[in-house]
């Protein structure tokens, strides 16, 4: 079983920068495919960032260039850094790992 805790949201002004933590608890070295979605208020879930186990990492469109997406398998922690923020990057941020398993969320507010 795998279980998945975000944590590193908070309130930033336009232009800072937060970095996301995913605690990965289970079977980590098994894992394909993990990364972050975000649904921002009153929107679909969207594609933030994913990375596969042979090290292929991908990324939006729109956080291309400014988030960095890491995996630390001595910790079992995937992390989401996130630089140059913008108020539309405001939303509910989760982890998922292989499609099926999901984080609870965490908050990211960006004020202009």
């Known amino acids: 079983q795998v279980q998945l805790v975000e944590s590193g949201g908070g309130l930033v002004q336009a232009g800072g920068s937060l970095r996301l933590s995913c605690v990965v608890s289970?079977?980590?070295?098994?894992?394909?495919?993990m990364g972050w979605y975000r649904q921002p208020p009153g929107k679909q879930r969207e594609l933030v960032a994913t990375?596969?186990?042979?090290?292929?990492?991908n990324y939006a469109d729109s956080v291309r260039g400014r988030f960095t997406l890491s995996r630390d398998n001595v910790k079992n922690t995937v992390y989401l850094q996130m630089n140059s923020l913008k108020s539309e990057d405001t939303a509910v941020y989760y982890c998922?790992?292989?499609?099926?398993?999901w984080g609870q969320g965490t908050q990211v507010t960006v004020s202009s």
């Open positions: 998922y790992a292989d499609g099926v398993h």
């Open positions: 289970g079977r980590f070295f098994s894992i394909e495919t």
């Open positions: 990375h596969t186990r042979r090290g292929s990492t």
